[in-house]
C-alpha cells in the first residue's frame, strides 16, 4: 500500500482555509478589503456572538454578474491580477483569490450581488464549500455576504476560539483600521442589534479619528508628515503622556493597506526614545504611501505583511518624521501651548517641514533609481482602484503648523492626561483628607501616590528608628526574630483591595458610595466604549453610576466613597485599558474581583514614590488585620522575613 496520498479537494480546501481564516475576525477583513475594491462608498457590518454565530458585509459598490459570481467562490479566483507582472504592482486590497473560497469552505454562506446596470441580483447560496442553490433574486446594487456558523464543519477548530466578547474586540480593530484608511467610505457597525458606529462618507481624517479615539486621546495626537520622491507619510503620533502598557490604538498602513510591520514599529518606538518608559508604547497612525513596484504586499496569506525593497529607508523616515514632529511640540503634560496638535490646527504644509534638502534628496542618489510612473509625486497618475491616497483618503487640511507659543484651540478642560481633576484643580496639589477612607489611619493619601516624591532620595529614616524606605521602592521594620522586608507598592496595594473589597461588599450602605457634585464625562475610543458597555453591570454592583452621554461619552455621577477623590478621567482609562486584557471571566463576582484588583493597583503607591514615615508605619499596622497580609491581590509577595540567624550566618557569626 503507498504511504504517500494525494488528499481529497475537501480537505485540501478546509486546510487551505486555515491560512485565510484564522477567526472572525479574519473573514471581517477579507470581506472588507473586496468591499473596497468593489469603488463602494458605505459599508455595513452587522456582528453576532462575536462573528461566530453571523457575519454580514453589505457594499453598494459594482456588484457582479451571475457568471461571476458564481466564479468568485472557485480556489484562485480574482479580478485582481491576471499576470505575473500585476504581482508587481499591487494596487488593491485583495488579490490572492483565496478569501471567498475559504471562507464558504468552513462555513454556510448566503452571496447576494447586482450590478446597478441589471434589474435583477443573483443569490448563491453554499456550505461547507458545496453549493446548494444558485437562484436570481431582487437585491439593492452592490454585494452583500452573510457568513453563518463559522467552523461549524471543523469542531476542533472552533475550540481554538476565544470568548465572544474577545472575538467582537479582535473584529472591531479590523473595521475601526478599515474605517481610519477610508474615511471618505461611510461605515455602520453594528454588534448583536445595537448600532456601534455610523460613520457618514466624505469624512477627513481628522474626523474619522476623532470619532474612533474620542476626543479626549485626539487631541493628545501630534500630526506628521514627511515627503520624498517615493516616499510620502503622514498621520498622527501620541503625544508621550497617553502611552499605554499595551500596543492599542497603534496603526501602519502602507498605501492604504493595514500591516504589521516590528521594523517600523521599532522606528516609532526608537523615535519617542527617553520620552515614554522602556515598557510603555505609543499611539500612532502612521501612512506609508510608496510606488507599487516597490513593495511586495504577496508575502502574507492574510497580508498583513509587506516587504519594502530598501527597508532601512522606510525605517529612517518613520522615525524622523515622528522624531521632528515630537521635536516641535510642547509635551508637557496638561500643557496649554501643545502647538501642532491634533486638535489644535491639523496637518503642517505640504512641504517638508524638516528643512532642506529633505533627508534623501533628488540628486541624493535614490536606491529605487528613476522614479517610476504612478508613483506618489504631486500631479502624478496613480494607477488604483482609489484614487492618490493622500488627499482621497481624506488626509486633513495642510497648513502651516503654529509656532510654539502661537494660539490654537486648547484641549478640552479637564480631559485625559490634562493634568487637571475634577474639581478643576490641580491633581497633586494639597491632597484631600483621606481619599481612601483609612479614617482609622490619620493620614492623608495624595492621589496616584505621586506627591512628595523626590529625585534621589534613597533612604527616609525621617523620626523613626525602627521603619524605614530604602530606595523609594522597599520598607524596612524591625520583627521579633530579625527584620522584615517590604514592597512598598504591594504592601500598599493589599491595603486598598481589601478597603474596596469590605467597600464593595457594603456599597449600598451609606457611607460606602459617593455621590458627585459635579458629573465627570469621560471621552472615550469606540473600543473603549466598547469596554465600558461590556462592564456596566460590574461596574454598577461596584458602586459606579455611569451612563451613555452621547455618542462614545460617559458621565460618571456616582463613584465608592474610597475613589471620589481621584482622578476619575485618568482612573476610568487606565481600568479599561485593564479590563480590555481581561479574559475567560463569565461570573460578575470573578469581573468584580478582578476590577478590584485593578483599581488598587491603579491606586497603590508605585516605585520611587515618597511616603511619609507616618503612612508607612500605618500602612504596616493595617496589613495586621488584613485578611491575606502576604501577598499583593495578583499574588505576589509583599513581604519578606530575613531572620537573625540568617543574618548571623551572612555575617559568619555562627
Known amino acids: 500500500m503507498n504511504r504517500i496520498k494525494i488528499l481529497s479537494d475537501d480537505l485540501v480546501s478546509k486546510i487551505a482555509a486555515g491560512e485565510v481564516v484564522e477567526r472572525p475576525a479574519s473573514v471581517v477583513k477579507e470581506l472588507l478589503d473586496n468591499a473596497i475594491d468593489s469603488g463602494a462608498n458605505h459599508i455595513t457590518i452587522e456582528i453576532e456572538e462575536g462573528g461566530i454565530k453571523k457575519i454580514l458585509v453589505a457594499d453598494n459598490g459594482t456588484g457582479m454578474s451571475k457568471e461571476d459570481a458564481e466564479l468568485a467562490f472557485k480556489p484562485h479566483a480574482t479580478s485582481k491580477i491576471s499576470t505575473e507582472e500585476d504581482l508587481l504592482n499591487i494596487n488593491s486590497y485583495g488579490f490572492r483569490g483565496e478569501a471567498l473560497s475559504s471562507i464558504s469552505a468552513v462555513s454556510k454562506v448566503t452571496l447576494k450581488t447586482r450590478p446597478s446596470a441589471d434589474n435583477l441580483g443573483t443569490e448563491i447560496k453554499i456550505e461547507g464549500g458545496k453549493t446548494v442553490s444558485v437562484a436570481e433574486t431582487g437585491a439593492p446594487a452592490g454585494t452583500s455576504i452573510l457568513v453563518e456558523e463559522l467552523f461549524y464543519n471543523i469542531p476542533a477548530r472552533k475550540e481554538f476560539l476565544k470568548s465572544p466578547q474577545a472575538e467582537y474586540r479582535a473584529i472591531l480593530d479590523i473595521t475601526d483600521a478599515h474605517a481610519i484608511a477610508n474615511p471618505k467610505i461611510g461605515f455602520t457597525l453594528t454588534n448583536n442589534g445595537r448600532t456601534v458606529y455610523s460613520f457618514p462618507k466624505d469624512h477627513q481624517m481628522d474626523d474619522r479619528l476623532r470619532e474612533i479615539f474620542g476626543i479626549d486621546t485626539f487631541e493628545k495626537l501630534l500630526p506628521i508628515f514627511f515627503e520624498h520622491p517615493h516616499i510620502e507619510i503622514y498621520g498622527f503620533a501620541g503625544k508621550p503622556e497617553i502611552a499605554t502598557e499595551n500596543k492599542k490604538q497603534q496603526y501602519i498602513f502602507v498605501n492604504g493597506r493595514r500591516i504589521f510591520d516590528k521594523s517600523i514599529a521599532f522606528a516609532v518606538k526608537e523615535a519617542y526614545s527617553s520620552l515614554i518608559a522602556k515598557d510603555a508604547y505609543p499611539l500612532y497612525t502612521v501612512f506609508i504611501d510608496v510606488p507599487a513596484n516597490i513593495v511586495d504586499v504577496n508575502v502574507h496569506p492574510r497580508k498583513e505583511e509587506v516587504k519594502f525593497s530598501n527597508s532601512q529607508l522606510i525605517f529612517n523616515s518613520v522615525k524622523d518624521s515622528i522624531k521632528k514632529a515630537l521635536d516641535r511640540a510642547n509635551l508637557t503634560p496638561g500643557s496649554q501651548h501643545a502647538a501642532g ?195 456596566i453591570t460590574t461596574l454598577e454592583e461596584a458602586g459606579f453610576k455611569i451612563e451613555n452621554f452621547g455618542g462614545h461619552s460617559y458621565k460618571i455621577t456616582q463613584v465608592p466613597a474610597i475613589l471620589a477623590d481621584k482622578d476619575l478621567k485618568i482612573l476610568i482609562h487606565e481600568l479599561i485599558e485593564d479590563l480590555e486584557n481581561t479574559e475567560g471571566l463569565k461570573e460578575i463576582d470573578s469581573k468584580s474581583d478582578k476590577m478590584l484588583t485593578y483599581l488598587a493597583c491603579r491606586t497603590a503607591y508605585k516605585s520611587g514614590d515618597l511616603i511619609p514615615q507616618e503612612e508607612i508605619s500605618a500602612m504596616i499596622e493595617k496589613l495586621n488585620t488584613a485578611e491575606i497580609p502576604y501577598t499583593c491581590p495578583h499574588g505576589r509577595p509583599l513581604k519578606v522575613e530575613i531572620t537573625f540567624s540568617e543574618l548571623e550566618k551572612m555575617f559568619k557569626r555562627k
Not at 401 to 430: D, H, I, L, V
Open 341 to 535: 496638535t491634533a486638535g489644535s490646527s491639523g496637518f503642517p504644509p505640504y512641504s517638508s517641514p524638516f528643512g532642506e534638502p529633505p533627508p534623501l534628496s533628488p540628486t541624493y542618489g535614490s536606491p529605487f533609481g528613476s522614479k517610476p510612473a504612478g508613483g506618489f509625486s504631486k500631479g502624478s497618475s496613480y494607477n488604483s482602484p482609489w484614487p492618490k491616497p493622500a488627499p482621497a483618503r481624506g488626509k486633513p487640511s495642510i497648513s502651516k503648523p503654529p509656532a510654539f507659543n502661537s494660539p490654537y484651540k486648547p484641549p478640552a478642560s479637564g480631559g485625559f492626561g490634562t493634568g487637571q481633576n475634577q474639581a478643576g484643580s490641580p491633581p497633586f496639589g494639597s491632597p484631600p483628607k483621606d481619599p481612601f477612607g483609612f479614617d482609622d489611619f490619620g493620614y492623608d493619601y495624595p492621589p496616584y501616590g505621586s506627591q512628595g516624591q523626590q529625585a534621589g532620595m534613597d533612604l527616609n529614616t525621617q523620626n523613626s528608628s525602627n521603619i524605614m524606605q530604602i530606595h523609594n521602592l522597599y520598607v524596612i521594620s524591625e520583627a521579633e526574630t530579625g527584620i522584615m522586608v517590604y514592597d512598598q507598592h504591594a504592601l500598599h496595594e493589599r491595603i486598598i483591595y481589601e478597603r474596596l473589597k469590605a467597600a464593595h461588599g457594603e456599597q449600598k450602605e451609606e457611607g460606602n458610595i459617593q455621590m458627585l457634585l459635579t458629573p465627570i464625562v469621560v471621552n472615550l475610543s469606540v473600543q473603549e466604549a466598547e469596554i465600558i458597555n461590556e462592564y
